[in-house]
């Protein structure tokens, strides 16, 4: 697929891409996902995205060539690869930050490098397609366990290892009251993750309803529709003894609904780096003290954020892109224990030709669109 | 309600919550959680190199002028080119990451790139098209009424916007041409 300008986009050919670095990987994809980030770069909201970038930062394959220097991968290998590119061994890689590599992303030192993402994050083109170029080979993918479902495989390159790590962003000790900000992808899997960590409450906050009866199911969550409360705010603290939540993971990022003026200047005119509503929630309802977890994606530029109120209650501000390979070991441990099954939210497949249709049909929330998985046609 | 030195209604017990919930408290120790703590010394990356070796040097390649060097690995996705091009080297060249013009000249290279791009394809035998692209013929497909409408959603509130951002930059290019060709004639 191809980036054809805001909220459009359309399968092109392209050249197999080739090997680039002695440690690249060329890898043929058998499953790609469309991450709720995506939607960002769909509508235009993310800097320098150039006509043609091909999206998809979700992708499992089969290994189809490798560079000179590559040690630990070999042609025919089933991998999933983490959304995060990197070295593995700068001053930033080296301290386990494999989310802030600063050895792959010429373009800015803010972020490290992410498949399919623009050119703010490095100029790599994505997984939605049917082949993709995996710089530092021997560093980001991983070989799939014959065991692993493969759809399990693939959800654990983003949107469940982000959620897993967003809980352990919250700092949450046994018995918190927990707030997660969204119910998307990785606001469910926060929400179940929570749990796992002890959480004494979860409380799940979207508009969908649909999304809200899979936070109930899935995730065992306590559900609020914010559009059918006058105030959020105001119910969060009384569910919460007047005190506000413990623990609020902010799963929403820049296109958050919920105040149609932030939404506007933040989301539809890009005056902002994104709205700011769902953050500017997390730190009205955390308690005094409390840890919010962001796991928003936002532009580069300023939001309008309440940052004296932040101060004032004497928040911690947590908050990273996820460093995907690091949470992998103990996901496959919960996977085998039957504590996760991540492909349980996914609710559409479609094949590679039918992306236009997938990507409105996401950002439209749809047929009770929660996850789509694509299928590229040489899969 | 008085507030006092604990939670007034404490949530439910941790034996009632293992009975309920999969999993529950598997990672209450911290030293479970793979991210605690932040830093570390001890992972085993992969990499097998103190630094990497460098992809061949591209000297027209764009960098942050934050970066010290070109980074040994780098993306060739879109290179830069055409008039949007010109304005992102010029965003990159002069200002920092830090600096809001750095921002909003790649702000407005991107739509000039999306002008640039369509112009060019109305010279290729595959124009752009904006129906198909955005994927709206498949709405009846998906229960468009049933799922905007009969629950509250706060985005119904703004979809009108949609399309005007969308189809918008469209009718007006086709206004300016029609008038264009008008004044001509005239």
Known sequence: MVYRGPYKVRVEEKDIPRIEHPNDAIVRVTKAAICGSDLHLYHGLMTDLRIGHTFGHEFIGIVHEVGSSVQNLKVGDRVMVPFNIYCGSCFFCARGLWSNCHNVNANATAVGGIYGYSHTT???????????????????????????????????????????????????????TVVVLGAGPVGLYAAKSAWLMGAGRVIVVDHLDYRLEKAATFAHAETINFAEVDDLIVLLKKETDGLGADVVIEAVGAEADGNLLQHITGSKLKLQGGSPIALNWAIDGVRKGGTVSI???????????????AVNKGLTLRMNQAPVKRQWPRLLEHIKAGYLKPSDIVTHRIPLEHIAEGYHMFSSKLDGCIKTIVLPSAA | MAYISEKTHPNPSAAELRARIPGWG??????????????RRDLDSGAHWDYPEEQPRDPSREKSIEHLQLTPVYGTAQPLKGFSGAIRRF?????????????????????????????????????????????????????PIKSRFGSKRADVKHMWLDPILVAGPWVLAGYVVYRVFRGKKG
């Open chain 1, 122 to 176: 490095g100029g790599f083109d994505g997984g939605q397609a049917d082949y993709v170029r995996v710089p530092f080979a021997d560093v980001g993918p991983a070989i799939i366990p014959d065991w692993l479902d493969e759809e399990d495989a693939l959800l654990m390159t983003d949107a469940l290892s982000t959620g897993y790590f967003g809980a352990q962003l919250g700092d949450i000790v046994e018995g918190d």
């Open chain 1, 295 to 309: 796991l928003g994606a936002y532009g580069p530029i300023f939001s309008a954020i309440k940052f004296g109120d």
């Open chain 2, 26 to 39: 598997a990672d209450l120790d911290p030293v479970n959680r793979p991210s605690f703590p932040r830093e």
């Open chain 2, 91 to 143: 965003a990159y060249e002069r200002f920092s990451e830090a600096r809001a013009a750095h921002w909003l000249l790649l702000i407005l290279g991107d739509r000039v790139d999306a002008i640039e791009e369509h112009l060019r394809s109305f010279a290729t035998l595959r124009p752009d098209n904006p129906i198909t692209q955005t994927g709206v013929l498949s709405e009846f497909r998906r229960h």
